[in-house]
C-alpha cells in the first residue's frame, strides 16, 4: 500500500492587528489581537493498494475571524548580566472559521469539513500558542542574551550599563538595577557611583535613585 499527501500553504491576508503589553507583578502580558487571517494553498494526494489506486488534488482557503493571543511572559538574568525571556502561560480564541476548497471532489471535502470544524479550530488555537511560545523561547531570548552590555565612548573608554539582578515588575512599569560604570579599557575598577534603580513606564525612562561608594 503507498499513500502520499502533499500541502502547501501561505498567509494571503492579515487585517487589523494591533498588539498591548500589560505589566504586573506577576508577569508580563502581551496581547496580539487580528480581526482576519486567510490562509490559502494547494493539497494532492494519492493512494495505491494492489491494483486500486486513486489521486485528486485540488487548493483551499481557510479564513479565521476574531484571532486573539494572550501570552504570558517572566524577565530572569544570566550570569553575563543579560537578560532572559520564557513564556509561563498562552490562551488562545478565535471566533469563526471557515474552510472552502475547489478543484477534485472539492465539493464532498467541503461537506466533510463542516463536521471537523470544531477540532480544527481546537487544535489552530493550540498551535498557535505554541508558535508564539517557540518564538519568544528561541529568537526573542537569543536577541536579549546576546545584546551588547557595553559601548565605548570617546575611543578610550567603557560605559558598562549591565543589570544587576532581574527586572522588578510593578503594576504598570518595571524597575531595574544596573552596573552604569565608566572605566578606562582594560581597566576593571569599580567605579563608585552606582545607579539602583532605572525605572521604565511606557516609553519614559528615569534614574530613581544614585549611590555614591565611600
Known amino acids: 500500500m503507498h499513500v502520499g499527501c502533499l500541502l502547501s500553504e501561505q498567509v494571503e491576508n492579515l487585517v487589523k492587528a494591533s498588539s498591548s503589553v500589560l505589566v504586573s507583578p506577576d508577569n508580563i502580558t502581551l496581547i496580539l489581537s487580528v480581526a482576519d487571517i486567510s490562509v490559502k494553498g494547494n493539497w494532492s494526494y494519492n493512494f495505491a493498494k494492489w491494483f486500486f489506486s486513486f489521486s485528486d488534488s485540488g487548493c483551499f482557503e481557510v479564513s479565521l475571524s476574531g484571532v486573539s493571543i494572550s501570552l504570558s511572559v517572566s524577565l530572569g538574568l544570566d550570569t553575563s548580566g543579560h537578560l532572559t525571556i520564557w513564556s509561563t502561560s498562552c490562551s488562545c480564541s478565535i471566533s469563526s472559521i471557515s474552510i472552502s476548497s475547489r478543484g477534485g471532489a472539492s465539493w464532498l471535502y467541503t461537506v466533510y469539513a463542516g463536521f471537523v470544524k470544531e477540532p480544527i479550530l481546537i487544535q489552530l488555537q493550540t498551535n498557535l500558542c505554541e508558535a508564539a511560545a517557540t518564538v519568544i523561547n528561541g529568537s526573542v531570548n537569543d536577541r536579549l542574551t546576546s545584546f551588547p552590555l557595553q559601548m565605548t565612548v570617546f575611543s578610550d573608554w567603557l560605559f558598562d550599563y549591565s543589570f544587576r539582578s532581574a527586572p522588578n515588575l510593578q503594576d504598570g512599569f518595571l524597575d531595574t538595577q544596573h552596573k ?35
Open 180 to 214: 552604569a560604570t565608566f572605566s578606562y579599557k582594560g581597566n576593571t575598577t569599580e567605579s563608585p557611583i552606582l545607579v539602583r534603580n532605572l525605572r521604565a513606564t511606557g516609553y519614559f525612562m528615569y534614574v530613581a535613585n544614585v549611590t555614591i561608594r565611600q
